[in-house]
């Protein structure tokens, strides 16, 4: 048994272990992955024996980055996190790896990042590829995403109707994550997001708000969209090359400490 301390953030409500892993004392190497045990991150992100959060990340040096962020799901599956990394950055200013701007390795590539007015303004990867499935729509930001414009959000079941398209075969056998999205003023939509991995809705899911802009430029939306979640506001601005394509696409919003400690794993 082994002692680490660690870092609870959020980012608009979804909320992550943190473990400043320099040192490497955490149990985890890449180059063998599929022999870690993913019990130990499902096990410190359970809300009643555990920590409790949506994920947990791991913050590493690398030799040609400012750092290196390793990402997982609650379930110890692995993907990229927008507002993960949107708090990885926060972390990474406090521990002094990054003065207000970095650019960073996570599990999609290489991202930059830079904090102003206490905002974490995240540059996500291009988009090459919109699909319309069935009306609705289909983007991959880092991690894929459906996303279905509805009425009375407030009112939706999004667990039992998430759960439901996460699953579908069309979508086998990594699955989806699923957003519902309502319009709401001039310029600004509401999203709740069924996660795949949390396999629940979360308060806010950054990759998710990001695809669900990109999709609202069909309907005349204009860069920057502003993003209500159940966890805070967010902003993603873009630039629309042409219908299928989209740069300079930046996830913008707060991130913050919300205590630390430490704790034993097997």
């Not at 096990?43 to 920590?51: A, E, P, S, T």
Request: glycine letters at 10%; proline letters at 2%.
């Amino acid at each position: 048994m082994a002692s680490i301390r660690f870092y609870k953030y959020q980012g608009t409500g979804n909320d992550f272990v943190m473990i400043d892993d320099r040192d490497r004392h955490f149990p985890y190497d890449a180059a063998r992955a599929e022999t870690f045990d993913t019990r130990i991150v499902s096990n410190l992100c359970d809300r009643k024996f555990g920590i409790g959060a949506d994920g947990l990340i791991l913050i590493r040096d690398h030799d040609h980055y400012d750092f290196e962020m390793i990402y997982f799901n609650a379930d110890g599956s692995q993907s990229l996190c927008g507002n993960g990394s949107r708090c990885a950055v926060h972390f990474a200013d406090y521990l002094g790896i990054i003065e207000k701007s970095t650019r960073f390795l996570a599990v999609d590539g290489a991202h930059e990042a830079f904090i102003e007015g206490g905002l974490i303004h995240l540059k996500m990867h291009d988009v090459s590829e919109v699909k319309k499935m069935n009306g609705h729509w289909y983007i991959d930001t880092g991690s894929p995403h459906y996303i279905k414009f509805i009425s009375n959000l407030d009112e939706f079941d999004v667990y039992k109707e998430g759960k439901a398209i996460r699953s579908e075969q069309q979508f086998a056998p990594e699955g989806t994550n699923v957003n519902f999205v309502e319009t709401c003023g001039s310029n600004e939509l509401f999203v709740r997001t069924f996660e795949r991995g949390v396999e629940d809705e979360t308060l806010s899911c950054g990759t998710g708000v990001t695809a669900v802009s990109l999709a609202a430029s069909y309907q005349n939306f204009a860069s920057p969209v502003k993003i209500k979640t159940r966890g805070g506001d967010l902003q993603v601005s873009f630039k629309k090359v042409n219908e299928q394509n989209f740069e300079d696409i930046y996830l913008i919003g707060p991130a913050g400490m919300v205590f630390e400690g430490v704790i034993n794993i097997l």
